[in-house]
């Protein structure tokens, strides 16, 4: 049995629409864009969550990647996630593919059974899973495995994802391999360390006199601060880090691993969920609106006269360009920046020979925003490279810090009375790759910029660039990782050009503004990881179909906030996140809230009026509109949209799959 999760009830008029929203979905699948693609990248149904229940304990499970989610003692979650992680020499994750699956429930418990393949490259492990939930609340999540054949792993084996905002700053009751018990914290600035190891159990109090037991069979397990690569959960894995990896996994290996999720104790539980969803101010002060930019594609054509022009309606306040200066190629790259007029955020990236380097790139001139100093072989940039380029890198502020991770940071951090400003590039897929993991680790990247500002001294901060996938593969060392025959690159996402895709820029723009950032960079200029597409269109229409010469929707997330540049930012609070966020902006008295619908389904949004005053407009960036958005971007953003009358101090929005609402005062 599979039950989908059902959207909010639909009013009358919604209903009316929903003919007028089949023809139209119709009219664009025309245009040869299905409307799967439009919201999230690929014309492929979204798997149906399962949702189970083992008592007074609620669970998702997704079928797709034999992922556990969200496990619940009513509305406090006691885990993020659970889920078997097969990770391949280089750390890329093996993706896994779910079948045979049976499920037996009745109203308080339940056994779900299936098989996986995990197939990649040399890699062919698969495995039979359970996961069962009794009646007292115990769920257990096991599986058993054997490697079809012999193949290099880094890691093999269960993922276990502890909330942070149950868990930060409180006590963990810790058991050791051999049975020692110990009392820790779990960290709340981000731990640049495994906070715990050699687990065999860990315990937290998820409601008061309840605790949940997480219990580890199979493996030695320890934890790390997954918000240094902005997963917002701390994750416990195996097998620990100090033994050497890879390691060679023989044909014909067993491998076993059991979880076992426990409550000790019990109070009245309530789990009331509220079909719409509630912003309002935050209790935090506004803060200036950081720099927005985005990055030169240095794989793509010369930018178009309209396609500068229509960089400059986005009012972009610089134009990053990445400057390799060991070799000879950079001084392209510098002209090609130069001659677009924006002001330049150069990366700078050194050898040994450094000084003959910095030199050359000395005798050059542009407008700069501002210099970012790396090393080609460090991972955060040691202060003698700082201060070197000091001496030649004139007229803007010096930063410096990683290219890589925020982790790399956080571990070696940089000499702050050398720099002006800090820097760290963010990406949210690290580790996995589905919609609800892109949305859950928003709000990671607001711990990272509050982490940095607690050992950074006060200097500012400079998230760049924000990125939906890895650019490199660190573990690579500087080689370009091959492409899969009949895949897209490891860098390019299809959600680059979907709704989702603007959804997702809006939360991230939220949790780095309202955190204090002076500057971010967003993506590329143009192609298929950029904010808009080249004028002959995708190198590959059937795995990232998008509109020849079209701009992505993120392009007009971008403008939106930007021509609110030297405003400010107004923190506001959300109050499911995961549904639903608002970005507040404001510049004398203008004001402008964007709120995103982060989810598949249909949201209602209730905007305290406070945020806005009497009487706001709203253009909606949705399925409707999205032809419209991408294929005449002037136009689109020449449009008002229509009043929305409040009622009561409120105003009630109504958000289709991951659309944007702009509202303007």
Known sequence: MTVALLPPKLTRRELLALPVLFWATQRQAGEGIHRNVILYGRE???????????????????PELAFLRYIRYGNAEILRGLYCAVRNKVWGTVTPKTSNLVLQSSERSFRLTFDVDNIEGDINFGWHGTVSGEADGTIRYGFSGQARRTFLKNRLGFAVLHPIAECAGRKAFIEKSGGQKEEGIFPEAISPHQPFFDLRAISHEVAPGVMAEVRFEGDVFEMEDHRNWTDCNYKTYCTPLALPYPVQLAEGTQVQQTVTIRLKGSRPIRAAKQL?????????????????GTALAADQPSLTSEQLTRLRMAELRHLRVDLELYRDS????????????????????????????????????????????????????????????????????????????????????????????????ITPQAHAFDNLTLIENLEGQAHTVRSGHRFLGGKPIAVTPVTLKVRFNPALKGAPEPTVAGRLPSRIDPRQMSLLGAAWTVGSLKYLAENDVVSTTFYETHGWAGLMECEEGSPAPALFPSIPGGVFPSYHVLADVNEFAGGAVAPCSSTDPLRACALAVRRGARRRVLIANLTAELQQVVLDAALLGARPRVRHLDEHSFLEAVKNPAEFRRGLGSVVEPSGGRLRVSLRPYSVARLDA
């Open 276 to 292: 719409e969803v509630r912003i309002a101010p935050a209790e935090t002060s506004a803060v200036k609106l950081p720099e927005i």
């Open 330 to 425: 950079w001084e392209s790259a510098w002209e090609r920046a130069a001659a677009t007029g924006f002001p330049l955020e150069a990366a700078v990236f050194l050898s040994d020979d450094a000084e003959k380097e910095l030199e050359r790139l000395a005798a050059k001139r542009a407008k700069i925003a501002r210099w970012l100093v790396f090393h080609k072989d460090e991972k955060s940039t040691a202060e003698k490279w700082i201060v070197l380029a000091r001496r030649y890198l004139r007229g803007a502020p010096v930063g410096a810090g990683t290219n890589i991770f925020f982790t790399e940071l956080n571990r070696e951090r940089p000499p702050v009375n050398a720099i002006d400003f800090a820097c760290y590039p």
């Open 44 to 62: 492929a149904d979204l798997p149906s969550p399962i949702p189970l229940r083992a008592g007074p304990v609620t669970a998702i499970f997704d």
